[in-house]
């Protein structure tokens, strides 16, 4: 029996309140970022794995056959799959942010997505600092707390406001840097906010006019990508290729098409980086 993307939506939303809170109650108030190299990373280790035991913890709960992908706990079969047609699977990112987390900025987020025998149902990115949860069902549109969501009309490249993120190693951030540079003049400005899945939300919600970063991970993208869907946006790779690891861009139709081509144009589909 397919379940109900409404009710999953329900615990999944719950569940992520519920880590939100954690994330934002058992952060130290003097977490620092120059003490030393391994304390303040363990600390947010720490809280990244709690967030994601939890969230785990009450969906088992309720569903203790389903599946799960997590940053941290990594991937989890279940027994849905054993039981045939619909099986779930939760695909859930603790704290997208760490680093804004780590500094106490307020742009970080708990996502989770919820999949249906592969296909992404259900979503929600709820952003506790912001005061703001993002929440989308496939083929039902996208809501911001109980505000509906819609992408800004399409726009010429060149009136575009942009968003993108950077890798963590030292050779794919230069490169990524030297693409970022190259796209600057082309566009309107540039934006690097620190949240991939908040990134995808503020297309949706129609405060950016394009997305696009390599290097992301299901995890990142997986609730986030149907929340910007499901408001109006096309969520695609290079060359109409699935959104993934390589490149995620998300913008208004329209947007999409130019913001796509200059990115080839200046290389960033190579493999090299």
């Known amino acids: 029996m397919t379940p109900d993307p409404w009710k999953l939506l329900e615990l999944a939303r719950a569940a992520a309140s519920e880590a939100a809170r954690l994330a934002v109650e058992r952060r130290p108030a003097d977490l620092g970022v120059a003490d030393t190299k391994s304390s303040p990373t363990d600390v947010v280790t720490e809280m990244d794995t709690a967030a994601e035991a939890l969230i ?55 996502s989770v ?41 399409a726009t ?35 934006r690097r906010n620190g949240s991939a899945a908040l990134d995808l939300c503020a297309v949706a919600a129609g405060r950016l006019d394009g997305y696009y970063e390599r290097g992301t991970h299901h995890w990142d993208r997986c609730a986030g990508t149907l929340i910007a869907i499901e408001a109006g946006a096309v969520v695609e790779g290079f060359h109409g290729a699935v959104a993934s690891e390589q490149m995620s861009i998300a913008a208004p139709h329209g947007t999409f098409s130019a913001l796509h081509d200059a990115l080839v144009e200046l290389g960033a589909d190579d493999d090299d980086y």
Not at 83 to 105: C, E, F, K, Q, S
Not at 159 to 168: D, H, K, N, P, R
């Open 56 to 110: 785990r913890e009450l969906i088992l709960e309720q569903r203790p056959d389903d599946a799960f992908l997590g940053e941290e706990g990594g991937a989890d079969s279940g027994r849905g799959a054993e039981m045939g047609h619909g099986a779930v699977r939760w695909v859930i990112d603790p704290i997208d942010g760490t680093v804004n987390y780590l500094y106490d900025l307020p742009h970080w987020s708990v």
């Open 156 to 190: 010429d490249l060149g009136s575009a406001l942009v968003a993108t993120g950077f890798g963590y190693r030292a050779e794919r951030r230069e490169r990524q840097g030297a693409i970022a540079g190259a796209l600057l003049p082309r566009v309107r400005d540039i």
């Open 113 to 153: 997505g919820v999949e249906v025998d592969g296909v992404t149902v259900a979503g929600v990115v709820t952003a506790p600092r912001l005061g703001e949860v993002y929440t989308a069902v496939r083929g039902a549109g996208a809501w911001c707390n109980d505000t509906k969501l819609r992408v800004r009309p």
